[in-house]
T-cell receptor
Framework: EAQVTQNPRYLITVTGKKLTVTCSQN?????MSWYRQDPGLGLRQIYY???????DKGDVPEGYKVSRKEKRNFPLILESPSPNQTSLYFC???????????FGPGTRLTVL | SQQGEEDPQALSIQEGENATMNCSYK?????LQWYRQNSGRGLVHLIL?????REKHSGRLRVTLDTSKKSSSLLITASRAADTASYFC????????????FGKGTKLSVIP
């Protein structure tokens, strides 16, 4: 089954404790992206990757890092999380340059 | 930066009625997409309309695009309780759909 998986689905952590949210896809899509969703603000893009070893900043990259060492995985790293990074995070993939994006189920992160 | 803005923010209708949601955007686009999100879950792609198209249909969905007014509308006909969800428009302005800019969404409630 074609899918985008994220882990963990829920995470409560404390300020400053480094964490990684994983994203994996089995569709061989070249493009992957991370979004955060906050009430009243909709979805905002954090980082995206057009291929292995190619990443670029989205609209709200501050406080986040990403890496794309292999095609199927695109982890989101928070080196020193802060409460303003409490949010619902989505990973998405894109099969071609002008098509729909496929979204993962989301990771709800709370930073205390 | 927020590109699409949906209107209304919330819509409540009876089952069987039609639901219309509007989206306005600011800059020229390559395509506009509509997504659905059930509460707290991942987004599901509904329909994509390219900038050179004016109308598109998919099942009970009808999307129109007016590039001169920089607006789009999503019509759901004969609504069902299962259509209850938030609906987002997303625009792509670059060379492909790599960077999607989402609106804040319309929350649709369909009352049985």
């Amino acid at each position: 089954e074609a899918q985008v998986t994220q882990n963990p689905r829920y995470l409560i952590t404390v300020t400053g404790k480094k964490l990684t949210v994983t994203c994996s896809q089995n569709m061989n899509h070249e493009y992957m992206s991370w979004y955060r969703q906050d009430p009243g603000l909709g979805l905002r893009q954090i980082y995206y990757s057009m291929n292995v070893e190619v990443t670029d900043k989205g609209d709200v990259p501050e406080g986040y890092k990403v890496s794309r060492k292999e095609k199927r995985n695109f982890p989101l790293i928070l080196e020193s999380p802060s409460p303003n990074q409490t949010s619902l995070y989505f990973c998405a993939t894109l099969p071609s340059s002008r098509g729909e994006q496929f979204f993962g189920p989301g990771t709800r992160l709370t930073v205390l | 930066s927020q590109q699409g803005e949906e209107d209304p923010q919330a819509l409540s209708i009876q089952e069987g009625e039609n639901a219309t949601m509007n989206c306005s955007y600011k800059t020229s686009i390559n395509n506009l997409q509509w997504y659905r999100q059930n509460s707290g879950r991942g987004l599901v792609h509904l329909i994509l309309i390219r900038s050179n198209e004016r109308e598109k249909h998919s099942g009970r969905l009808r999307v129109t695009l007016d590039t001169s007014k920089k607006s789009s509308s999503l019509l759901i006909t004969a609504s069902r309780a299962a259509d209850t969800a938030s609906y987002f428009c997303a625009t792509s302005s670059g060379a492909g759909s790599y960077q999607l800019t989402f609106g804040k969404g319309t929350k649709l409630s369909v009352i049985p």
